[in-house]
């Protein structure tokens, strides 16, 4: 027998002497590239034709409504009223864009890469949370942005007219962002829920949609609180229950209108609130037991 020889051959592996980032640039990583992802940035032209297609038709309107505004010197719908115009195009836009941010990093199993330090379990939860809430405040109060640049290039009455404008916006974005935290928080937690892209979609739809029927069965009983309270059984009465109690004319521009929610629109508020608390603690809790498995 002949005696074995070997040879170690130096391929070029070098040790890594970069940076060493920490948790909040893994963070800021995962959150821009979850905002990147609900709008197909980086991705084949297939991804991207859904959530541009919804950004398309969301801005074509904002346009429209600049353009009757400019021609009758009326306003036609505020900013507030865009958004809760809007809101069932925000349904479908969530039931889509959760499922890509959460669902696929389940089914392909690449958990146990992210929940490895320096990045603890509940910040990858976060920055998806975070990411779907910047994307739908985008898709909301851009076209808003569209509106305040036709009416202020508009205006007759200068500088003031267009600070009048831009009080007038400010209460719509906000309104924009409320849409977003609760719709968001509610469906990445149904997303979370499923590895399957097609049933989160499903199930996200569904949570919106048939909680509608509540909505119409308890506001035609024999009373006035029941009706008054009805709006909190589905999540986009809800929020248009805060919407009229906290902005007022700003969601209404003083012409009435609005939710009949009597008295009860802090209770609408705080529902709103441990709605979103919830969701949020579920979420986090869901991710403590995926990473546990």
């Known amino acids: ?4 020889t070997g040879v170690i051959h130096d391929i070029g592996y070098q040790r890594y002497t970069g940076p060493r980032l920490g948790r909040r640039q893994v963070f800021g990583a995962l959150y821009l590239h979850g905002v990147r992802t609900v709008f197909g940035l980086g991705r084949s032209a297939k ?3 859904f959530p541009w297609l919804v950004v398309s038709v969301v801005t074509v309107v904002a346009a429209g409504v600049t353009a009757v505004r400019s021609q009758i010197g009326e306003v036609v719908m505020t900013y507030a009223q865009f958004a809760d115009a809007m809101s069932w195009l925000v349904i479908f836009f969530a ?3 959760a499922p890509e941010l959460v669902s696929r990093d389940l089914r392909s199993g ?8 320096p990045l603890p379990r509940g910040d990858y939860a976060l920055s ?6 910047t994307a739908l405040w985008l898709l909301l109060g851009g076209p808003q942005l569209v509106m305040f640049l036709g009416a202020a290039f508009t205006t ?6 267009v600070w009048d404008e831009l009080l007038d916006l400010l209460p719509g974005l906000l309104y924009a962002g409320l849409w977003a935290v609760v719709f968001a928080s509610i469906a990445l937690l149904v997303a979370s829920l499923t590895g399957k892209r097609a049933f989160a979609a499903g199930g996200i739809v569904a949570v919106f949609l048939m909680t509608t029927p509540v909505v119409g069965v ?13 709006f909190l059984a589905s999540p986009p009465t809800l929020v248009g229950g805060v919407g009229t109690w906290a902005l007022g004319d700003a969601l209404t521009q003083g012409q009435g209108g609005g939710m009949p ?3 009860f629109g802090p209770v609408y508020a705080a529902v709103a609130v441990l709605l979103v608390a919830g969701c949020v603690s579920l979420l986090l809790l869901r991710y403590r037991k995926v990473a546990a498995r």
């Open 47 to 49: 991804a991207k034709i």
């Open 1 to 4: 027998m002949s005696d074995a």
């Open 261 to 263: 929610i009597g008295d």
């Open 218 to 230: 308890l506001s035609i009983l024999p009373s006035a609180t029941v009706n008054e309270l009805a």
């Open 110 to 117: 690449v958990l146990p890469l992210y929940f490895s330090r």
């Open 95 to 97: 039931a889509v864009a």
């Open 128 to 133: 998806k949370l975070l990411a779907l809430v």
């Open 156 to 161: 007759n009455r200068g500088v003031r007219g």
